[in-house]
């Protein structure tokens, strides 16, 4: 079975600073991971996947992940944070080995940028 | 323009009938999927189709049903079996692959009245 964690529901970071929005994940196969973006009452935007080779991930807007096997995380992460950042985030997973095409979604994390 | 279309954006339905929700992409995607989202809880997969006339039941198919008769289309019906109908759905596609991302519609909002 796939499963991912998103440990924060919510993440407050102020304009200018860097963020980071967490995500683990527990496969039986190798991880396919993926970040999207959803803005309020709109369908889910790509940002990134993760499928194979370099550990970090770079992504639509800026932003990038970074893939760490031993700790099963893929950690959203931006340098300098906008106002317009502020979304709900969703990390996801398909296990390489699973017989479907299948994606597990977090729970989301809402990130919210102060000016 | 090529995209995912969903209609209507809000839906409002009274108790006990049935509702079907349309979804239709020109991305020439072989893969569609409904989800649905309810606050703190994430998507959770409805039923999914990876090919014309063929789709399996997701995590909680439960009072749904849905039909595949053409590669664009993948109209989702909520029944009245349905014990809890009122969220918000969302429609994608993907090519298929496991290494590919999916691509969302701008979801419908169903309230049950």
């Known amino acids: 079975a796939q499963s991912v964690a998103q440990p924060e529901d919510q993440v407050n970071v102020a304009e200018g600073n860097p963020l980071t929005v967490k995500c683990t994940y527990s496969?039986?196969?190798?991880?396919?991971l993926f970040w999207y973006v959803q803005y309020p009452n709109r369908g889910l935007q790509f940002l990134l996947k993760?499928?194979?080779?370099?550990?970090l991930v770079k992504g639509s807007y800026g932003f990038e992940a970074e893939f760490n096997k031993s700790q099963t995380s893929f950690h959203l992460k931006k340098p300098s944070a906008l106002v317009s950042d502020s979304a709900l985030y969703f990390c996801a997973v398909r296990d390489s080995g699973a017989g479907s095409y299948q994606l597990t979604f977090g729970k989301g994390t809402k990130l919210s940028v102060i000016p | 323009d090529g995209g995912i279309t969903q209609s209507p954006k809000y839906l409002f339905r009274k108790e006990g009938q049935n509702v079907t929700l349309s979804c239709e992409q020109n991305?020439?995607?072989?893969?569609m999927y409904w989800y649905r989202q309810d606050p703190g809880q994430g998507l959770r997969l409805i039923y999914y189709?990876?090919?014309?006339?063929?789709?399996q039941k997701g995590d909680i198919a439960e009072g749904y049903s849905v039909s595949r008769e053409k590669k664009e289309s993948f109209p989702l019906t909520v029944t009245s079996a349905q014990k809890n109908p009122t969220a918000f759905y969302l429609c994608?596609?993907?090519?298929?692959?496991?290494?590919?991302?999916?691509?969302f519609g701008p979801g419908t909002r169903l309230t049950v009245l």
């Open positions: 189709s990876q090919i014309v006339n063929d789709f």
């Open positions: 991305l020439n995607h072989d893969a």
């Open positions: 993760y499928i194979t080779g370099d550990n």
């Open positions: 994608a596609s993907s090519i298929s692959g496991k290494i590919y991302e999916q691509f």
């Open positions: 496969v039986s196969g190798n991880p396919y």
